[in-house]
């Protein structure tokens, strides 16, 4: 559809932004997708919240539906099943190109995708809208080794005020943390956890400030969190989680409310224990190919 900026050339990183990516276990890149592209993509994110969907299947673990609570997160998995312009974007080379380097695989597939509207709810309502801190590989059992990656394409922007995400860096080579918060909407995000924190190391909590089209990449074991927005517009994210080429499914996991996106796809694959992550149901989205 051409709708994005895509030329997969331009988005060799240097050697410094890899190092800062092994040693933080996140990475910022700069505006991938251009004004006219994250309009687009946020009145599909729209139709998809209200269930019109272009190719008459539906997402899964839609967690809002219309008439439900306009101050509630806006929550949905897999809108690429659902909606052309939403798959092109979670399908970019772009965010492909980036996640193969940071990585280092040969070749990244889709996940799934996730669609996130926090609600303006303005200064003074109570806490809601939260995402509390955790780490994806605690709800991703079922992938081997635990190297899966985040690309999280802001629309709106994303700052203190409007509830960005933050995360710890270099959490991702700590032990894996018994915190699992990520459905606690009312988490004060200001305050952390009892992390287990190795010797010699010590929390700090990085801001990932973003523009619109801009996007952030997290390894799957950073902890991350974002608290409410406070503003009065809403903070719209699109969500692609994406899996190196080498990584396989782990069965009896007992995973998870998460995974029920990626457990539906994998069923219909058919995959078995120590089976490659592969099929259709997970797209590759890198090297590029012309579909
Ligand atoms: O966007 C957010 O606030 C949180 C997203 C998140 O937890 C994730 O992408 O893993």
Same mark, same amino acid.
């Given at each position: 559809?051409?709708?994005?900026?895509?030329?997969? *050339?331009?988005? @060799?990183?240097?050697?410094?932004?890899?190092?800062?990516?092994?040693?933080?276990?996140?990475?910022?890149?700069?505006?991938?997708?251009?004004? +006219?592209?994250?309009?687009?993509?946020?009145?599909?994110?729209?139709?998809?919240?209200?269930?019109?969907?272009?190719?008459?299947?539906?997402?899964?673990?839609?967690?809002?539906?219309?008439?439900?609570?306009?101050? +509630?997160? +806006?929550?949905?998995?897999?809108?690429?099943?659902?909606?052309?312009?939403?798959?092109?974007?979670?399908?970019?080379?772009?965010?492909?190109?980036?996640?193969?380097?940071?990585?280092?695989?040969?070749?990244?597939?889709?996940?799934?995708?996730?669609?996130?509207?926090? %609600?303006?709810?303005?200064?003074? @309502?109570?806490?809601?809208?939260?995402?509390?801190?955790?780490? *994806?590989?605690?709800?991703?059992?079922?992938? +081997? %080794?635990?190297?899966?990656? $985040?690309?999280?394409?802001?629309? *709106?922007?994303?700052?203190?005020?409007?509830?960005?995400?933050?995360?710890?860096?270099?959490?991702?080579?700590?032990?894996?943390?018994?915190?699992?918060?990520?459905?606690? @909407?009312?988490?004060?995000?200001?305050?952390?956890?009892?992390?287990?924190?190795?010797? /010699?190391?010590?929390?700090?909590?990085? !801001?990932?400030?973003?523009?619109?089209?801009?996007?952030?990449?997290?390894?799957?074991?950073?902890?991350?969190?974002? /608290?409410?927005?406070?503003?009065?517009?809403?903070?719209? $994210?699109?969500?692609?989680?994406? !899996?190196?080429?080498? $990584?396989?499914?782990? @069965?009896?996991?007992? *995973?998870?409310?998460?995974?029920?996106?990626?457990?539906?796809?994998?069923?219909?694959?058919?995959?078995?224990?120590?089976?490659?992550?592969?099929?259709?149901?997970?797209?590759?989205?890198? %090297?590029?190919?012309?579909?």
């Amino acid at each position: 559809m051409g709708v994005y900026f895509n030329n997969i *050339d331009q988005h @060799s990183l240097q050697k410094e932004q890899i190092r800062f990516w092994d040693d933080n276990g996140y990475f910022v890149s700069d505006v991938l997708f251009n004004e +006219k592209t994250i309009k687009l993509a946020g009145r599909h994110m729209a139709r998809v919240f209200n269930q019109e969907y272009e190719t008459n299947v539906p997402p899964n673990k839609i967690d809002w539906r219309p008439g439900d609570s306009e101050t +509630k997160m +806006k929550k949905l998995d897999n809108a690429w099943w659902s909606n052309y312009v939403i798959r092109n974007l979670v399908l970019s080379p772009a965010i492909g190109a980036i996640a193969a380097q940071l990585s280092r695989s040969k070749t990244i597939r889709l996940f799934q995708d996730q669609l996130l509207h926090k %609600p303006g709810i303005g200064p003074i @309502s109570p806490r809601s809208g939260s995402v509390g801190w955790h780490q *994806d590989w605690n709800y991703w059992k079922c992938t +081997k %080794p635990d190297h899966a990656l $985040t690309a999280r394409i802001s629309l *709106d922007g994303e700052n203190q005020e409007n509830g960005c995400m933050r995360v710890v860096p270099g959490s991702h080579i700590w032990p894996l943390q018994s915190t699992k918060m990520f459905f606690h @909407s009312d988490t004060d995000i200001e305050k952390l956890p009892e992390f287990q924190v190795p010797d /010699g190391e010590r929390i700090n909590v990085a !801001l990932l400030e973003l523009q619109p089209g801009q996007v952030s990449f997290h390894h799957s074991r950073t902890i991350h969190g974002s /608290g409410e927005n406070r503003t009065n517009f809403a903070r719209r $994210t699109i969500i692609a989680h994406l !899996l190196p080429g080498q $990584t396989y499914y782990q @069965s009896g996991t007992g *995973d998870h409310p998460w995974a029920t996106a990626v457990l539906a796809n994998q069923k219909e694959t058919g995959l078995q224990d120590g089976d490659k992550w592969e099929g259709n149901r997970f797209p590759i989205i890198y %090297p590029y190919q012309d579909k």
